[in-house]
């Protein structure tokens, strides 16, 4: 995979550190999977026939969940589990005003005290809605389902569907709810118990509980449940076909959205011939847009997405640019240059960096053109300030990997929680975002909070468990693994563990940063939410961003290649 090459470079006289051979460690990563499959794009036949169909359905649906004047208990019930359905089908963006009222009714119809006769599976879906939605119900509601030594009843046991239900709710805890730490490991012993036995006739059933210990629906992307979802849908007797149909057809014609930028990204891509100007960069433009999908994949972020496309890929560059090819002195100019951030700092460039500077230059004019036309330039201030602060943190990281210095494990976070890059792309997020995002947003971003702080702690520490090894044999910054290791005298796979309780307390943080009130306006919690649930596709088995496995390759298929069968 890696090696250390010799080879002379034109730069090396401008840089004037040497006339001679400049030695560069590169890394051969393989070429792109896709080719060229995602360059032209094509509208399919029936797209505006299923444009209209969509339109006419939403209708129906929007109607079946506006609370009706009779507002019984029953029909609150029947509502918690038709949003329940609408959120899982992945078209809950198109209802979000009537979900907030609805629910919101129901908390203040119900408060902590979800109807008493109700079921476990009821009580779990109730609380996991309202949670979700911010509202800060209590978890003292599961302790009736406990005895008095605090262990979970028998009934609960033979109750399959009320403990994955409880299962999928205790995924919303936050730090010292001990309820629902015991109801996670009671469920999930439960539940794993069930899915090995041999004599478990229910098929669908067992697979319903396979995949949710392989992920919990917290950490689940919209999308990828609405395909897990459709099938299962369809198979309960009481499904709304109006609601089944419509979450079929808007799932594809957002796929076709989804190719037609894809392709037109993948355009933006093969000019800047990277492979012949920078062969050293990854090229995982695909894979990048699978992660930019999971951010935002609503029609309306269409600019967010081709923004973030362009600058993201960027990031991969300075990535590559730095962790791999730059000798320290090529990148000590150039991120002198990033903080100088003007087209005069080029000539003092070695010339492989120019176009990368420039590029960078040219993607943040066009959005500040676009920003000072809606006077809001400032949104570009902080995103470039971000980038500069990126830089100046993957050159310490460059100083360390040339001194082959093993930081502690605090000045360690201090560096990559911002070298993850995750800051400065939720920063980004915000940048077209116009009526809810002020100033105040970006000071938030910019200070990186709890939750964009939890959000980079479980992108770094999932990536330096599945990448670690690889990293090792190259030439690559001391991973957190190491310096941990290095730190408190523990084995590799004691890291690993203790790494992997760190992401599940920092998901408690992320919920807790999700509860009302929150620090900024809700709909912008989704950029650090969904990117901390990526990394649990990307990173849970292994890189699949760098080398995307059978099932990523599956993953990304059924997005954004293959249509769902409206008669599935
Ligand atoms: C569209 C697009 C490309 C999205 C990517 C999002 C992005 C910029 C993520 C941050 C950087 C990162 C963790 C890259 C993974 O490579 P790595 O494992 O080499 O990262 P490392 O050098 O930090 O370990």
């Known amino acids: 995979m890696s090696s250390t090459v010799l080879c002379s470079h034109s730069s090396a006289a401008d840089l004037n550190i040497s006339k001679e051979a400049v030695i560069r460690s590169t890394v051969n990563f393989h070429r792109s999977i896709w080719g060229d499959r995602f360059l032209t794009y094509n509208e399919r036949e029936d797209q505006a026939w299923e444009e209209q169909q969509a339109k006419e359905l939403k209708e129906e649906v929007r109607k079946e969940l506006v609370l009706t004047g009779s507002n019984g208990q029953m029909q609150h019930v029947k509502m918690i589990q038709l949003i329940d359905a609408v959120q899982r089908l992945g078209v809950a963006y198109h209802f979000e005003e009537e979900i907030e009222d609805t629910l919101k009714h129901i908390f203040v119809t119900y408060g902590d005290h979800w109807m008493d006769d109700c079921n476990l599976e009821s009580t779990s879906v109730w609380f996991r809605l309202l949670r979700q939605q911010g509202f800060n119900v209590s978890s003292g509601i599961f302790k009736k389902y406990m005895d008095s030594k605090g262990n979970f009843m028998e009934s609960v046991r033979k109750d399959v569907q009320g403990m994955l239900s409880l299962y999928e709710a205790a995924y919303m805890r936050v730090e010292g709810e001990e309820v629902l730490d015991a109801a996670l490991a009671f469920t999930t012993f439960q539940l794993e118990n069930i899915a090995n036995d041999h004599m478990c006739k229910d098929a669908s059933l067992k697979i319903q509980i396979e995949k949710a210990l392989e992920q919990p629906l917290r950490k689940r992307l919209p999308r990828l449940e609405a395909l897990r979802y459709i099938p299962i849908y369809q198979k309960e007797a009481s499904h709304s076909e109006a609601l089944?149909?419509?979450?079929?057809?808007?799932?594809?014609?957002?796929?076709?959205?989804h190719q037609k930028e894809l392709s037109q990204i993948s355009k933006w891509w093969k000019n800047l011939d990277l492979q012949n100007k920078l062969p050293y960069v990854r090229d995982r433009l695909v894979e990048g847009y699978f992660w930019i999908l999971a951010i935002y994949f609503e029609p309306q972020y269409y600019d967010v997405r081709i923004f973030l496309m362009k600058t993201?890929?960027?990031?991969?560059?300075?990535?590559?640019?730095?962790?791999?090819?730059?000798?320290?002195?090529?990148?000590?100019?150039?991120?002198?240059?990033?903080?100088?951030?003007?087209?005069?700092?080029?000539?003092?460039?070695?010339?492989?960096?120019?176009?990368?500077?420039?590029?960078l230059l040219d993607v943040h004019k066009e959005a500040e053109e676009v920003l000072e036309r809606k006077g809001k330039a400032y949104h570009s201030y902080y995103t470039k300030e971000m980038v500069k602060e990126y830089t100046r943190n993957l050159l310490i990281e460059a100083k360390w990997a040339k001194e082959c210095y093993i930081p502690t494990v605090e000045e360690h976070m201090s560096v990559t929680m911002v070298t993850c890059a995750y800051g400065m792309i939720i920063a980004k997020c915000y940048v077209y975002n116009n009526d809810l995002v002020t100033e105040d947003t970006f000071k938030w971003v910019s200070t990186y909070p709890p939750l964009v702080k939890a959000s980079c702690l479980i992108l770094r520490l999932m990536d330096d468990i599945a990448t670690h090894e690889e990293e090792q044999e190259r030439n690559h910054v001391a991973s957190s693994i190491e310096c941990y290791m290095k730190q408190y005298g523990v084995s590799e796979e004691?890291?690993?563990?203790?790494?992997?309780?760190?992401?599940?307390?920092?998901?408690?943080?992320?919920?807790?940063?999700?509860?009302?009130?929150?620090?900024?306006?809700?709909?912008?919690?989704?950029?650090?939410?969904?990117?901390?649930?990526?990394?649990?596709?990307?990173?849970?088995?292994?890189?699949?961003?760098?080398?995307?496995?059978?099932?990523?390759?599956?993953?990304?298929?059924?997005?954004?290649?293959?249509?769902?069968?409206?008669?599935?």
């Open 494 to 568: 004691q890291t690993r563990e203790i790494f992997s309780k760190q992401v599940e307390d920092a998901w408690k943080v992320v919920n807790q940063e999700s509860l009302r009130p929150t620090a900024i306006p809700r709909p912008l919690l989704m950029p650090p939410i969904n990117l901390a649930r990526v990394c649990d596709v990307l990173y849970k088995h292994g890189d699949d961003y760098n080398h995307a496995g059978k099932e990523m390759i599956n993953i990304i298929e059924s997005l954004l290649a293959n249509p769902i069968n409206v008669s599935v």
């Open 244 to 257: 089944l149909k419509f979450s079929i057809l808007d799932f594809n014609l957002l796929q076709s959205l």
């Open 312 to 359: 993201c890929n960027l990031v991969i560059i300075l990535d590559d640019t730095y962790d791999n090819y730059g000798t320290y002195e090529e990148l000590e100019i150039f991120t002198e240059a990033v903080q100088r951030w003007s087209a005069s700092c080029i000539d003092t460039l070695p010339e492989y960096m120019k176009s990368i500077y420039q590029e």
